[in-house]
């Protein structure tokens, strides 16, 4: 087969397939007495491979995968692999520790509306954090405490007591403070409960997503492992 066979069934270009075949996303590949790539039915699968995996683990990870799988480092292969599937099941951890926080801070809302917003020292022994961190996560956009005007000293209100709930679960999850920042402003903009409730069944849905992704993935890599043993 050509490039150009290849890249029909997935409505891609032929040099999209040359550009995979130089990235090592394809097996080693024979080339006619004029020069020109001759591709074969294994070459066919891995390309399949390498797209379907690509849905669950990005482009770069796929890649990896697929030459790791090609010059015979299964193994290397097997890790990337396994690696995504830790993450991944940290990421629906992390999901139902924070679907768990907002359900308790809806319930003690009212609470903390009436009381007196909370201090650095507060907060920080409420969280079980050190001051300065809650400093930091500021500093990162996490936070946006009120001041008083008198002292200048930082006021958390209850807005800020459930995003800083929030951060301490994300953190604990292993997201970066740009990626609480980033996920906290996103549910800022949801607003009330309906919303929330909402923001938190997208989240499921892109997890639930990813896992398909990951295992119509390894359905493809199985078949194409299968064809490098029988060849």
């Given at each position: 087969?050509r490039p150009?066979?290849l ?24 080339r ?20 379907v ?18 010059q ?30 907002l ?16 201090t ?11 001051p ?20 200048g ?12 709930e929030?951060a ?8 970066r403070?740009?990626q ?14 309906d ?25 493809q ?11």
């Amino acid at each position: 087969m050509r490039p150009i066979d290849l890249a029909r069934e997935h409505g891609l270009s032929a040099q999209a397939i040359r550009n995979y075949d130089d990235a090592g996303v394809l097996p080693p590949t024979d080339r006619s007495n004029a020069g020109y790539r001759r591709y074969t039915p294994v070459h066919a699968q891995a390309l399949r491979t390498f797209l379907v995996l690509r849905g669950g683990h990005g482009h770069q990870r796929a890649t990896e995968i697929m030459r790791a799988t090609n010059q015979g480092d299964t193994e290397s292969a097997y890790r990337l692999i396994d690696s995504a599937h830790v993450t991944l099941l940290a990421e629906r951890g992390t999901r139902t520790e924070v679907a768990a926080t907002l359900g308790t801070l809806s319930t003690m809302a009212p609470a903390l509306v009436h009381g007196p917003a909370l201090t650095v020292g507060e907060l920080a022994r409420r969280l079980g954090v050190h001051p300065a961190t809650l400093r930091t996560w500021e500093e990162h956009g996490i936070l946006h405490p009120e001041r008083e005007r008198a002292t200048g000293y930082r006021e958390y209100g209850p807005e800020c007591v459930r995003d800083a709930e929030i951060a301490r679960q994300l953190r604990r999850g292993g997201y970066r403070l740009s990626q609480v920042a980033q996920f906290l402003d996103s549910l800022r903009e949801a607003g009330g409960a309906d919303s929330l409730a909402a923001f938190l069944e997208s989240w499921q849905d892109r997890l639930t997503t990813r896992s398909r992704n990951l295992l119509a993935g390894a359905a493809q890599l199985d078949a194409y492992l299968t064809m490098l043993d029988q060849t």
